[in-house]
């Protein structure tokens, strides 16, 4: 799966070299398996993010990665050679920022000082990547200033600067936003792409928010469980994902459970464990059990509407329903809505009988929704992610 | 486990509260001190009539007497059968050199002393801190030494003599040097041999006969024993052996003095008394170490000597 | 109370005439524990350093035996030493029983593991994310237990200045290794707790509360100096 390419560099057509392969890479505390990643690849000068929720074993593949530990078994492989934890000067290739960055009392030009430290330079050298590395984040002005009087943003900055400042080929970065209010983190994700654009080097993200490895990456990889269960670029993740697991967690946030009931000329129909019938494109068997998963933001709604009579639309599924909850997202809304019109009255199973929309808040408005109002919630049948189950 | 073994950071301030609390804890002991010294000497202005009673309604009656006689295991036996013959009393023996036995018979903390220090006993009678003193046996002091025996002593009647010869050949020499009783006789030997010992062959232990035994066995050393403690340490000393023995002038003779500020003036003078008795004289001190080493270790003698 | 007061007014005037035999003992004192602690240091550092930041196979085994070292009875150890330099013990050829290498030999299995569980403790306490996020910016090894051992350096001067307390008021093993030897009124290996004893069993109570005086200043001097590097300026890492 080639990355693109920055910088628009014309060799986009010879095969991308390799910064880091893992093979086999196994890790187990007591007899929990904590990291079981058959293969990865991170190519050069790549961005690239590692997925999943929190426990699924990020933070310790990532210090695998980093060279921070010691695997139980399998290598790791820099540029083709295999390193470990011993392997100073490979790891020195590398500058990590972790999502509690060490960051100590003193000033912002002490703390960028202190990895630099480590590689023994002499002091003016030293000073002039610190300057560089200044400017190239835009907090110049913040050089002499005391570490305690910085915001959250900035201290994150400055563990970024830190990193950066060792000039490394490959950056790491675990959750780099995660302890951020949410308002700074945007800003923060604005100046790391800016960063990361204009630099030559590798970098792995770890995360466990999907818009973030949206916003910042050229290819994901999706952990659940400790290995890696898709990997692709993002689009190809978000609007394909493999199984429930990638399409819950990449943000497709109604997952449904059922049993196809036919299929004719592409088109299936499925109904579903709270009795929902619903249209998908498709290639499915009759009898065969599926898993749809449809993304909040292709649930449209409208006022309630007579299911026996839709009216002629392109939509193949429009389904009634009672509005349970209105929550602010920022600019947008998201509702939930639980379908009650179903046809042969089935009880309603918790989240198999509910879908959620993300509707803009002024077509909230203007249709009035609160609890308990009657809606009518649509998904276009080529809009439903069907998955093997 | 040892976590973090200290407190955490002290500031100036703690500093200053640190020595506070290290003053009111000295002033508090000192305190406690001076009103505890209070009481004793005003025990002491009524000796005898003021006794502490502590076990079960018996009265405590302190024994000061030498290392070297709680080496040969004469307690074991002695203080048993006085006990039994007057189980009034609770009996303490405190074991130490003669020279700091003699002190605590000065300050009233021991009641009567059994010790073997002629000249320091004259001069604590005459300083008058005795109120009695009587004779009550005597063991003989000999010369051990390794078996090489370098300075060929082995076998001499004559103990300055052999002193003589131990000095002259440079020989390793350990002196208990702690005013017991033992280093008062080989202070008077080397005297007598016209010596004063000097050089790295002399050392001093400052310690009891049965580590001065210890040491001279790991050396490999002369030194001057009581023949008391030599038959009760002597199969663990592989290392020594008896060279010089039978000389009237390593005569060692005990005494017991009962303390002029005892606390317990009676029990004091029940002890010396009994002590001197004919039946412990005949049937427990004539008789310790018969069955054991085939001699006893000590002669009773409070009949004959002054 | 007589008693009490004449020793202290004996023992300064012994003091400050700077008697020969007090400062012998004195300073041989503070030579063996001393030397004692700095071994102490060069094998418990590393050793408590070791055991806070590895697992390894057998590293409970190894954390039972320090603790133990730790909880053994100082005299137990004087016993052990005692015969092994013995004449009848595996080192007796060596000749060293009643010198103060012996008494050094013994000194340091008493500091040594105090030093070392202090160490393993202060080290262990000190958050993995410092290492680690040394070692994400590229620190050796070396550098990464360097840091870790700056952070836990209060808590390890704490277990050295334990370790040379528990050496230098040691009695009874380094009188049994020891045996407190003089010559002509030169001290041997008299150190001012063996001399201390002996000094009483003889009733001359001045010089023994000479050396007294001595191991109390010494106490308030080591513990000054000791509050003084707590309060010395740490690193503090911020909550981002």
Same mark, same amino acid.
Request: with cysteine; charged share 20%; hydrophobic share 45%.
């Given at each position: 799966?080639?990355?693109?390419?920055?910088?628009?560099?014309?060799?986009?057509?010879?095969?991308?070299?390799?910064?880091?392969?893992?093979?086999?890479?196994?890790?187990?505390?007591?007899?929990?398996?904590?990291?079981?990643?058959?293969?990865?690849?991170?190519?050069?000068?790549?961005?690239?993010?590692?997925?999943?929720?929190?426990?699924?074993?990020?933070?310790?593949?990532?210090?695998?990665?980093?060279?921070?530990?010691?695997?139980?078994?399998?290598?790791?492989?820099?540029?083709?050679?295999?390193?470990?934890?011993?392997?100073?000067?490979?790891?020195?290739?590398?500058?990590?920022?972790?999502?509690?960055?060490?960051?100590?009392?003193?000033?912002?030009?002490?703390?960028?000082?202190?990895?630099?430290?480590?590689?023994?330079?002499?002091?003016?050298?030293?000073?002039?990547?610190?300057?560089?590395?200044?400017?190239?984040?835009?907090?110049?002005?913040?050089?002499?200033?005391?570490?305690?009087?910085?915001?959250?943003?900035?201290?994150?900055?400055?563990?970024?600067?830190?990193?950066?400042?060792?000039?490394?080929?490959?950056?790491?970065?675990?959750?780099?936003?995660?302890?951020?209010?949410?308002?700074?983190?945007?800003?923060?994700?604005?100046?790391?792409?800016?960063?990361?654009?204009?630099?030559?080097?590798?970098?792995?993200?770890?995360?466990?928010?999907?818009?973030?490895?949206?916003?910042?990456?050229?290819?994901?990889?999706?952990?659940?469980?400790?290995?890696?269960?898709?990997?692709?670029?993002?689009?190809?993740?978000?609007?394909?994902?493999?199984?429930?697991?990638?399409?819950?967690?990449?943000?497709?946030?109604?997952?449904?459970?059922?049993?196809?009931?036919?299929?004719?000329?592409?088109?299936?129909?499925?109904?579903?464990?709270?009795?929902?019938?619903?249209?998908?494109?498709?290639?499915?068997?009759?009898?065969?059990?599926?898993?749809?998963?449809?993304?909040?933001?292709?649930?449209?709604?409208?006022?309630?509407?007579?299911?026996?009579?839709?009216?002629?639309?392109?939509?193949?599924?429009?389904?009634?329903?009672?509005?349970?909850?209105?929550?602010?997202?920022?600019?947008?809304?998201?509702?939930?809505?639980?379908?009650?019109?179903?046809?042969?009255?089935?009880?309603?199973?918790?989240?198999?009988?509910?879908?959620?929309?993300?509707?803009?808040?002024?077509?909230?408005?203007?249709?009035?929704?609160?609890?308990?109002?009657?809606?009518?919630?649509?998904?276009?049948?080529?809009?439903?992610?069907?998955?093997?189950? | 486990?040892?976590?973090?073994?200290?407190?955490?950071?002290?500031?100036?301030?703690?500093?200053?509260?640190?020595?506070?609390?290290?003053?009111?804890?000295?002033?508090?002991?000192?305190?406690?001190?001076?009103?505890?010294?209070?009481?004793?000497?005003?025990?002491? $202005?009524? *000796?005898?009539?003021? +006794?502490?009673?502590?076990? /079960? !309604?018996? =009265?405590?009656?302190?024994?000061?007497?030498? @290392?070297?006689?709680?080496?040969?295991?004469?307690?074991?036996?002695?203080?048993?059968?006085?006990?039994?013959?007057?189980?009034?009393?609770?009996?303490?023996?405190?074991?130490?050199?003669?020279?700091?036995?003699?002190?605590?018979?000065?300050?009233?903390?021991?009641?009567?002393?059994?010790?073997?220090?002629?000249?320091?006993?004259?001069?604590?009678?005459?300083?008058?801190?005795?109120?009695?003193?009587?004779?009550?046996?005597?063991?003989?002091?000999?010369?051990?030494?390794?078996?090489?025996?370098?300075?060929?002593?082995?076998?001499?009647?004559?103990?300055?003599?052999?002193?003589?010869?131990?000095?002259?050949?440079?020989?390793?020499?350990?002196?208990?040097?702690?005013?017991?009783? $033992?280093? *008062?006789?080989?202070? +008077?030997?080397?005297?007598? /041999? !016209?010596? =004063?010992?000097?050089?790295?062959?002399?050392? @001093?232990?400052?310690?009891?006969?049965?580590?001065?035994?210890?040491?001279?066995?790991?050396?490999?050393?002369?030194?001057?024993?009581?023949?008391?403690?030599?038959?009760?340490?002597?199969?663990?000393?592989?290392?020594?052996?008896?060279?010089?023995?039978?000389?009237?002038?390593?005569?060692?003779?005990?005494?017991?003095?009962?303390?002029?500020?005892?606390?317990?003036?009676?029990?004091?003078?029940?002890?010396?008394?009994?002590?001197?008795?004919?039946?412990?004289?005949?049937?427990?001190?004539?008789?310790?170490?018969?069955?054991?080493?085939?001699?006893?270790?000590?002669?009773?003698?409070?009949?004959?000597?002054? | 109370?007589?008693?009490?007061?004449?020793?202290?007014?004996?023992?300064?005037?012994?003091?400050?005439?700077?008697?020969?035999?007090?400062?012998?003992?004195?300073?041989?004192?503070?030579?063996?524990?001393?030397?004692?602690?700095?071994?102490?240091?060069?094998?418990?550092?590393?050793?408590?350093?070791?055991?806070?930041?590895?697992?390894?196979?057998?590293?409970?085994?190894?954390?039972?035996?320090?603790?133990?070292?730790?909880?053994?009875?100082?005299?137990?150890?004087?016993?052990?030493?005692?015969?092994?330099?013995?004449?009848?013990?595996?080192?007796?050829?060596?000749?060293?029983?009643?010198?103060?290498?012996?008494?050094?030999?013994?000194?340091?299995?008493?500091?040594?593991?105090?030093?070392?569980?202090?160490?393993?403790?202060?080290?262990?306490?000190?958050?993995?994310?410092?290492?680690?996020?040394?070692?994400?910016?590229?620190?050796?090894?070396?550098?990464?237990?360097?840091?870790?051992?700056?952070?836990?350096?209060?808590?390890?001067?704490?277990?050295?200045?334990?370790?040379?307390?528990?050496?230098?008021?040691?009695?009874?093993?380094?009188?049994?290794?020891?045996?407190?030897?003089?010559?002509?009124?030169?001290?041997?290996?008299?150190?001012?707790?063996?001399?201390?004893?002996?000094?009483?069993?003889?009733?001359?109570?001045?010089?023994?509360?000479?050396?007294?005086?001595?191991?109390?200043?010494?106490?308030?001097?080591?513990?000054?100096?000791?509050?003084?590097?707590?309060?010395?300026?740490?690193?503090?890492?911020?909550?981002?």
């Amino acid at each position: 799966m080639a990355p693109v390419v920055r910088k628009g560099d014309d060799t986009a057509q010879a095969p991308p070299a390799v910064a880091i392969e893992a093979r086999g890479l196994l890790k187990r505390y007591g007899d929990r398996t904590v990291v079981a990643v058959e293969s990865l690849q991170v190519y050069e000068q790549e961005v690239l993010a590692i997925l999943g929720p929190n426990g699924a074993g990020k933070t310790t593949l990532f210090r695998l990665l980093a060279l921070l530990e010691r695997p139980d078994a399998g290598s790791v492989f820099y540029y083709g050679k295999e390193v470990d934890i011993h392997a100073l000067p490979a790891r020195r290739r590398t500058a990590a920022v972790f999502q509690r960055p060490l960051l100590f009392q003193g000033s912002v030009e002490d703390n960028i000082r202190f990895g630099l430290r480590f590689r023994r330079l002499p002091r003016s050298e030293a000073t002039a990547k610190i300057r560089r590395t200044l400017e190239l984040m835009g907090i110049t002005h913040l050089a002499g200033a005391d570490m305690r009087t910085l915001s959250g943003g900035e201290m994150q900055r400055v563990a970024l600067a830190r990193a950066l400042a060792l000039e490394p080929e490959i950056l790491f970065l675990d959750e780099p936003t995660s302890n951020l209010d949410v308002h700074v983190r945007r800003r923060f994700r604005e100046d790391l792409r800016r960063v990361v654009d204009s630099l030559a080097a590798t970098v792995v993200i770890i995360t466990h928010e999907h818009s973030e490895a949206l916003a910042l990456a050229q290819r994901v990889a999706v952990i659940q469980d400790g290995s890696v269960v898709q990997m692709g670029t993002p689009e190809e993740v978000f609007t394909h994902p493999q199984n429930a697991f990638v399409a819950d967690f990449t943000g497709a946030e109604t997952i449904w459970h059922g049993e196809t009931m036919a299929c004719e000329q592409g088109l299936c129909t499925v109904r579903t464990q709270a009795g929902v019938l619903v249209q998908a494109v498709g290639d499915l068997a009759e009898g065969q059990p599926v898993v749809l998963a449809i993304r909040p933001e292709d649930v449209a709604l409208a006022p309630s509407v007579d299911e026996q009579q839709p009216g002629l639309t392109s939509v193949r599924n429009q389904w009634c329903g009672v509005v349970d909850s209105v929550t602010p997202a920022g600019p947008l809304v998201r509702v939930v809505v639980r379908l009650d019109c179903t046809a042969g009255a089935r009880p309603v199973f918790g989240g198999e009988g509910e879908v959620i929309s993300l509707i803009t808040r002024a077509s909230a408005d203007e249709l009035e929704l609160a609890p308990e109002r009657r809606v009518s919630a649509s998904v276009k049948a080529t809009a439903l992610h069907v998955l093997a189950g | 486990m040892i976590g973090s073994a200290l407190p955490g950071r002290l500031h100036c301030r703690g500093n200053l509260g640190l020595g506070i609390v290290v003053a009111l804890a000295l002033v508090l002991g000192l305190a406690v001190l001076v009103t505890a010294c209070g009481s004793s000497s005003e025990a002491s $202005t009524t *000796a005898g009539s003021e +006794t502490t009673t502590s076990v /079960a !309604g018996k =009265t405590d009656l302190v024994l000061a007497s030498t @290392t070297s006689t709680q080496d040969s295991g004469l307690f074991d036996v002695l203080i048993p059968a006085f006990t039994e013959a007057f189980p009034k009393y609770n009996m303490k023996v405190v074991a130490v050199g003669s020279g700091e036995a003699l002190k605590l018979g000065q300050t009233g903390d021991a009641d009567v002393l059994l010790v073997h220090s002629p000249a320091a006993e004259t001069e604590f009678m005459t300083a008058g801190y005795g109120m009695g003193r009587k004779a009550v046996m005597y063991n003989d002091f000999i010369i051990i030494g390794p078996p090489s025996d370098p300075a060929k002593i082995k076998g001499m009647t004559d103990a300055a003599a052999a002193f003589k010869k131990i000095a002259d050949s440079q020989s390793l020499f350990y002196s208990r040097g702690d005013k017991s009783g $033992t280093n *008062a006789k080989e202070l +008077t030997l080397w005297k007598a /041999a !016209g010596v =004063t010992p000097s050089g790295d062959w002399y050392q @001093t232990t400052g310690q009891g006969m049965g580590e001065t035994l210890t040491i001279a066995d790991q050396k490999g050393g002369y030194t001057l024993a009581d023949r008391g403690t030599w038959l009760a340490k002597k199969d663990s000393l592989e290392n020594l052996e008896l060279l010089v023995e039978g000389d009237k002038a390593l005569f060692n003779q005990y005494h017991a003095i009962t303390c002029q500020a005892a606390k317990n003036m009676q029990g004091a003078n029940d002890f010396m008394n009994w002590i001197v008795s004919p039946y412990v004289q005949q049937n427990i001190i004539a008789t310790y170490g018969l069955d054991k080493y085939g001699r006893p270790l000590f002669i009773p003698n409070a009949a004959t000597a002054q | 109370m007589g008693v009490f007061w004449d020793a202290i007014k004996q023992a300064v005037s012994l003091l400050v005439h700077g008697d020969r035999y007090v400062y012998e003992v004195m300073w041989m004192s503070i030579r063996v524990a001393g030397t004692a602690t700095i071994f102490g240091m060069i094998v418990g550092i590393p050793i408590g350093t070791w055991l806070a930041i590895r697992r390894f196979w057998g590293w409970g085994a190894a954390a039972t035996v320090l603790n133990v070292g730790l909880m053994l009875p100082p005299v137990v150890v004087g016993l052990f030493v005692f015969l092994l330099l013995s004449r009848q013990g595996p080192f007796g050829s060596l000749s060293l029983l009643y010198t103060s290498t012996a008494m050094i030999i013994a000194e340091f299995f008493i500091a040594a593991p105090v030093i070392a569980a202090i160490t393993m403790g202060g080290v262990a306490s000190v958050p993995k994310d410092v290492r680690l996020q040394a070692m994400g910016l590229g620190a050796s090894r070396w550098q990464t237990i360097w840091l870790v051992l700056r952070e836990a350096r209060v808590t390890i001067i704490s277990g050295i200045v334990a370790g040379f307390g528990a050496a230098i008021s040691e009695v009874g093993a380094v009188m049994m290794v020891g045996g407190n030897l003089s010559i002509a009124g030169h001290n041997q290996t008299g150190t001012m707790t063996t001399a201390t004893m002996s000094l009483v069993r003889q009733g001359e109570y001045a010089t023994a509360m000479a050396f007294g005086l001595i191991l109390i200043l010494l106490a308030f001097i080591i513990t000054f100096l000791l509050t003084r590097t707590q309060q010395g300026v740490r690193r503090r890492w911020l909550q981002s």
